[in-house]
């Protein structure tokens, strides 16, 4: 019971439980799916929808963030990635070709892993801060996807482009099957390869992994580049959610909900340790929050106010001043029998 | 004696341009940043042939004088290896609430203070996260930043304008100084005012010096016995009051305030004060680098307007800078570190 206890995906699963039993309290009909033509609708289905590009930004985030560093482009790349299809379907003659989506698709998520390969060499090679290296993308990226779009929001009609957000697939969204891919697939390649901890190993200690003859340079850059690739893949997404690619709002903050799915999974910004489980219950969390304060009818704008409360409580329960005080506390209250600290 | 003076004299300046370099050697990213603001004045007055007239230069002051002030907080924070992303949402929240206030009647004597209160709040926040819960600098500042944002659109969800005298006299009034046109506002006057004293205090204060050796090494400042807790919120607190005297002037400014006001403006004050040659490890930099960084950075956007060009341009040629900038930079530490 204490080992269950004590486990560290313990607080974000209560923290996710407690959120979702108190909007089941609130509205009974946020946990009710209804069947229309064999498709689920309903609150959670939307979740699950909505969910997806964070999902996969948080994903590449979370690799990132294992090495001791941050990636703030993934908004700008996201953008990028979205002009770059929208700009390829548009042009092209045959917009309802599943020939010509994947082409777009595919050349869009390709810049998104070049430009993620760029950020990857400023901090592995040129060794500048993960911070600075990213921001200078993050400050460009939206400007270029104004300038491949010519500074105009390009809509376009194609059926298949549409499928990737809106689709659904044996009765659930297609893009749930997305995100469940991607992290099929990082939990893969992470877990079931040494990579995972090698990337772990880099994050704690840079220079002990080296001296062991870890190639901290090529597994740095190969997170950037995952990073860019998946959030090139969101922004594929989120574009074919609106089917319109506007440089200014695509992804814009995401980088920021990124970091905090992270952190609320309980990977520490510091690098070393990360855990895919807690990621994606930091998604949903977020994504379950966001859903929460729609339906209390607050302005959307006004949103970023109950994440910052979110973001203050999670950091300050992670903070060892407070875990400090729980534990004495909890002592106290046994009488302080046990003398040594469960951690 | 006399005999040597001639050759002297001429191998004098290069040696003295080597010793000087040396005793200056914080000071070359500032004199890069220096040369780089020049070589865009020239080209772009080669360019257009008519940009420095006093008309621009005078805008330049003028139309980034939120950056300005915004910039000296960030370089106290930035200078101590933290990092304050809230400035920009802070800014409008407190010249969103200050401007609600105004419309409601109260004296612009007691909104102001009230502001400037109201951002040293958010950076002493910033601070006790930081300092005493171990959060980093950017996650605090983070939450800071949706917070300030959130409560903006709590004050209003529209813009609200501004008619009290007292503040739109800030932006109105111009100040002719010197022949040929050139003008000043009180905007302006304060922006360079704070530039003056926040290097002044660094420069000469107790606290000031007490930053750098925080930058240089947290832990070697801590065993000399200096007040390092006390100074790291104080820094916060100073680009809080930075961040809420940019909420006043900018609602000058505007003439009114919208919740949206400053979206991005972080972004652009670390990159004005990274451009300025302060190293984001902390330890060294100067707020007068800072000044031409936002000079830059404000000639940049004057320059692309110009040229007629989309505004997109700006984030582009900052991030290019930017760029440059830290790979330089980057460079420079890795020579020092070899020697």
């Known amino acids: ?61 979370m690799v990132v963030i294992a090495t001791r560093g941050i990636d703030l482009s993934v908004g700008a790349i996201m953008a990028v990635s979205g002009a770059v299809a929208l700009t390829i379907i548009d042009g092209s003659p045959t917009p309802d070709d599943l020939g010509t989506v994947l082409a777009a698709i595919g050349v869009a998520v390709l810049i998104g892993l070049l430009l993620g390969a760029w950020n990857g060499m400023l901090v592995a090679l040129v060794g500048v801060q993960p911070i600075i290296a990213t921001l200078v993308l993050m400050l460009a990226g939206r400007g270029v996807a104004l300038l491949i779009t010519g500074g105009f929001i390009t809509t376009i009609n194609s059926a298949p482009y549409k499928f990737m957000a809106q689709g659904y697939v044996i009765g659930l969204p297609f893009a749930f099957f997305v995100s469940v891919a991607a992290i099929v697939i990082v939990a893969l390649v992470e877990r079931r390869t040494a990579l995972g901890m090698l990337t772990e190993a880099v994050g704690i200690n840079p220079e002990a992994s080296r001296l062991a003859g870890v ?22 997404l989120y574009s074919s959610n609106t089917m319109a690619a506007d440089s200014n709002a695509a992804g814009l903050y995401i980088e920021l909900y990124a970091i905090l799915a992270v952190v609320l999974g309980g990977t520490s910004l510091m690098g070393g340790k990360f855990t895919i489980a807690g990621t994606v219950i930091g998604v949903f969390t977020i994504e379950t929050l966001r859903s929460t304060i729609l339906f209390l009818g607050v302005p959307s704008a006004v949103a970023p106010l109950f994440l910052a409360i ?34 | 004696m006399t005999s040597i003076q001639a050759p002297a004299a001429k191998a004098g300046f290069a040696s003295f341009a080597r010793r000087f370099i040396r005793r200056r050697v914080s000071w070359i990213p500032v004199f890069a940043a220096v040369a780089l603001l020049v070589v865009i004045f020239v080209a772009a007055q080669a360019y257009f042939g008519n940009f420095l007239t006093p008309r621009v230069i005078s805008a330049l002051l003028l139309d980034n004088a939120y950056l300005f002030v915004l910039a000296v907080g960030m370089t106290f924070v930035i200078l101590t290896g933290g990092i304050d992303l809230s400035v920009g949402a802070v800014m409008a929240f407190t010249g969103m609430l200050g401007a609600s206030l105004l419309r409601d009647g109260v004296p612009s004597g007691l909104v102001v203070p009230i502001m ?39 004050v209003s969800l529209d813009s609200i304008k501004v008619e009290v005298p007292e503040i739109l006299w800030l932006q109105s009034t111009r100040i002719q100084g ?7 506002t009180p905007t302006g006057i304060i922006a360079l005012l704070v530039v003056i004293a926040g290097a002044l205090v660094l420069a000469f204060t107790r606290f000031g010096r007490t930053i750098y050796a925080i930058g240089g090494s947290e832990q070697s400042a801590r065993l000399m016995g200096l007040p390092v807790v006390r100074t790291k919120l104080l ?37 004005a004060v990274v451009i300025g040659g302060t190293l984001l490890t902390g330890g060294s930099g100067y707020v007068v680098g800072s000044m031409i960084g936002v000079f830059v950075y404000g000639t940049i956007r004057t320059a692309i307007s110009f040229m007629g060009a989309d505004q997109s341009w700006t984030r582009i040629s900052i991030g290019l800078l930017l760029l440059v900038f830290v790979v330089v930079q980057r460079l420079i530490v890795a020579r020092s570190e070899r020697r």
């Open chain 2, 178 to 184: 010197a022949p040929g046109g050139f003008y000043i």
């Open chain 2, 116 to 154: 400037l209160l109201l951002g040293a709040t958010f950076g002493l926040a910033i601070g006790v996260l930081v300092q005493y819960f171990d959060v980093q600098p950017f996650i605090a500042s983070l939450a800071a930043m949706f917070a300030a944002r959130g409560l903006a659109f709590i």
């Open chain 1, 215 to 236: 190639r901290a340079r090529g597994i740095i850059w190969g997170a950037y580049a995952a990073s860019g690739l998946l959030a090139g893949l969101a922004g594929i």
């Open chain 1, 1 to 61: 019971m204490k080992k269950v206890l004590t486990h560290r995906l313990v607080l974000p699963i209560a923290a996710l439980i407690a959120l979702v039993a108190v909007n089941t309290i609130a509205r009974p009909s946020f946990v009710s799916v209804t069947v229309q033509n064999g498709q689920l609708y309903g609150p959670l289905i939307d979740i699950l929808r909505n969910s997806a590009p964070l999902m996969l930004v948080s994903l590449g985030m």
């Open chain 1, 310 to 343: 979110a973001v203050v409580i999670v950091v300050l329960i992670q903070s060892p001043r407070v875990r400090g005080i729980v534990t004495r506390v909890a002592q106290g209250m046994r009488g302080g029998t046990k003398a040594e600290v469960a951690r």
């Open chain 2, 235 to 271: 820094a916060y607190v100073v680009s809080g009051v930075c961040a809420g005297l940019a909420g006043v002037v900018f609602t000058a400014y505007t003439g009114a305030s919208y919740p949206l006001n400053g979206l991005g403006t972080e972004l652009d004050t670390i990159a």
